[in-house]
């Protein structure tokens, strides 16, 4: 097994922070605030909170109205984390290693509700902003992470083409 790299352990840290983020604000959202599913307050501009129940995945895709489907999607998510986890453990790119811990702390996130309660809890709601989908942090923070990694590989690919093209030019 291989050591894991300063990169890789801030991205395990980052994924941590993001679970516990996550799992709080769901906890002030459900316990403390007690928004009820269907119930939405206006929070800042046009932002609210509407509480929703998703079976699915992230944005609601792909419901998952039966057990077994919840405990394939957990399962799922879980292995997703730990190949994650596994892949990002050498890196030495800064930006990858921020994108998989944002994606893993995601991942976590919802499959905690998942296994805990049987659905996610999502309440962001920005649909006067034309955005249809009521989403949570942790759905953020895999959004943001996937948008991370693919300017990670594009860039990283650029990199690669230069070096092949100098080493075509020598």
């Known amino acids: 097994m291989s050591k894991i790299t300063k990169l890789g352990w801030m991205a395990l840290a980052l994924?941590?922070?993001v679970v516990v983020a996550d799992q709080a604000v769901k906890y002030w959202i459900l316990q403390v605030l007690r928004l009820q599913e269907g119930q939405s307050v206006p929070l800042v501009g046009p932002i609210r909170l509407t509480g929703v129940w998703n079976p699915g995945v992230s944005f609601g895709f792909l419901q998952a109205q039966h057990e077994l489907v919840?405990?394939?999607l957990a399962a799922f998510s879980v292995v997703v984390a730990v190949i994650l986890a596994v892949w990002v453990r050498?890196?030495?790119r800064p930006l990858f290693a921020v994108a998989i811990g944002l994606v893993m702390g995601g991942a976590v996130g919802n499959v905690i509700d998942r296994i805990r309660i049987g659905a996610v809890a999502?309440?962001?709601?920005?649909?006067q902003l034309y955005f249809p989908w009521i989403f949570n942090l942790a759905d953020s923070a895999?959004?943001?992470?996937?948008c991370l990694l693919l300017?990670?590989?594009l860039r990283q690919?650029?990199?690669n083409r230069a070096t092949r093209t100098t080493q075509d030019a020598a």
Do not use: Q, Y
């Not at 895999?142 to 996937?146: E, L, N, R, T, V």
């Open 157 to 159: 690919d650029g990199r």
């Open 90 to 92: 050498a890196t030495e």
């Open 151 to 153: 300017v990670d590989m």
């Open 142 to 146: 895999i959004s943001i992470g996937i």
């Open 15 to 17: 994924a941590v922070v």
């Open 70 to 72: 919840r405990w394939l």
């Open 122 to 127: 999502d309440f962001i709601d920005a649909s």
